[in-house]
């Protein structure tokens, strides 16, 4: 079980880009025949229940506990789902949604480094633009 809460942290990217990578996942794993049909109910039953009008705490009542309250139901959705499938699918698909990141920013500058400047003067083509 601690595998699958250090799968879900991505200490070196920002909160936006672990967002996506965990959509990612969960439309992978969804996709994925091994992972039990029940299992992917979960996921679209947090999705239902947010879109649909009932609610367990009313928003009219109290907005903020309203909205809370949908976005408990998300989290608790999503991550019943990952907890439960395969250790092995879910670290099969991390390992696959690193490699595409990581090939993203292979060719990337280090922190701290600089790239090369390199001074151009621009020319007019003949025959092109105007």
Known sequence: MA?????LQYVDRGF??????????ILRLMGDKRVNF?????PIGALIYVVSPIDLIPGALLPVVGTLDDAAVIWLGIS?????????VVQEHMDALQKVVNSRARNAPEQGETDEVI???AHDIPGKGQ
């Open 119 to 121: 001074d151009v003067e």
């Open 80 to 88: 019943l789902f990952v907890n439960l499938c395969p250790e092995e």
């Open 3 to 7: 595998d699958k809460k250090k799968i």
């Open 38 to 42: 029940f299992l992917k109910l979960l």
């Open 16 to 25: 936006i880009q672990n967002l996506a990578m965990q959509g990612k996942l």
